[in-house]
């Protein structure tokens, strides 16, 4: 939690601000401003985030831990009407889906599974790492083989990847499986409408797949765009321990931005 009940920051997060130097009110709009000036990494994807607080991260990473930014996040519930799989680096991706399979051995179940992407060109280290079949996180089927063209963009490496191991995953006979890709370069919010557009789904409950540290950022981004009558609750993994404390902090000034809106 990063604001009590009262809109006060809590002293987790007021150990990060003073650990990073950054001088704020402690009001929830004071904070926003302060932090959108200096852990905000404007016009960078997380993905190429490199590490401002290398020296600092030590420090910081109990704080990160109390304020739920480091532990796996479980599904609350066994019923969902939508899994949505929120699009990332192919990595991500596969340890999603991954973590889903998990879900399920624990008795969650979903009618749909939704995979929500981008046409975000990939990077030059997720083309070849897309044919490598020594990926631990999601094996590929015995039977599957490469197609005449190499995925370029995300939308289309969440397809791979999906074809890749679809007769591992528990779920093929019970739930449908979409594919709602954004036509240009997209972020949750704008992906998650483009779903509304294409298929205008009725108020259901919708469990967001996402990864640590960015469950949180993640759910308020779903929570922001989905009708009210929407059910949201977002859950993944936890986090890698290469992730760098500047993705950390950007991700929280994500965060106390959309709760200031």
């Given at each position: ?7 006060k920051?809590?002293s987790a997060l007021?150990?990060?601000l003073r650990?990073?130097?950054v ?22 994807i997380?993905?190429s ?5 290398g020296?600092?991260?030590t420090?910081l ?17 066994r019923?969902?009407?939508?899994v ?11 340890k999603?889906?991954?973590?889903l399979?998990?879900?399920w051995?624990r ?10 992407g ?11 790492e897309l ?24 939308g ?11 007769s ?9 499986v979409?594919?709602?890709?954004h ?9 998650i409408?483009?779903?509304?557009s ?14 640590q ?8 981004a779903?929570?922001k765009?989905?009708?009210?009558q929407?059910q949201?609750?977002?859950i ?13 902090l ?5 965060i106390?931005?959309k709760?200031?809106?």
């Amino acid at each position: 939690m990063l604001f009590d009940n009262a809109g006060k920051p809590t002293s987790a997060l007021l150990e990060v601000l003073r650990i990073t130097g950054v001088d704020h009110d402690g009001t929830l709009l004071g904070i926003r401003n302060s932090t959108q000036s200096t852990w905000y990494q404007s016009g960078k994807i997380r993905a190429s985030i490199g590490e401002e607080h290398g020296d600092l991260k030590t420090a910081l990473m109990p704080f990160f831990m109390k304020l739920g930014l480091i532990n796996e996040v479980l599904a609350s519930n066994r019923e969902y009407n939508n899994v949505l799989l929120l699009g990332a680096t192919l990595l991500a991706v596969r340890k999603r889906l991954a973590f889903l399979m998990k879900e399920w051995d624990r008795g969650v179940r979903f009618q749909q599974v939704v995979l929500l992407g981008s046409s975000r060109p990939l990077n030059e280290k997720e083309i070849p790492e897309l044919l490598n079949a020594s990926n631990l996180e999601l094996p590929f089927d015995d039977s599957w083989t490469t197609g005449a063209e190499v995925p370029a963009t995300e939308g289309q490496m969440m397809r791979m990847v999906y074809d890749q191991a679809q007769s591992r995953f528990p779920w093929k006979e019970e739930g449908k499986v979409v594919f709602s890709i954004h036509p240009g370069k997209a972020n949750t919010e704008e992906t998650i409408h483009h779903w509304l557009s294409e298929e205008n789904p009725s108020p259901a409950s919708c469990l967001a797949i996402s990864s640590q540290p960015f469950v949180k950022d993640q759910e308020l981004a779903v929570r922001k765009v989905l009708p009210a009558q929407f059910q949201v609750e977002a859950i993944g993994y936890a986090v890698p321990p290469s992730i760098p404390a500047t993705v950390f902090l950007d991700n929280l000034a994500k965060i106390i931005f959309k709760l200031a809106e």
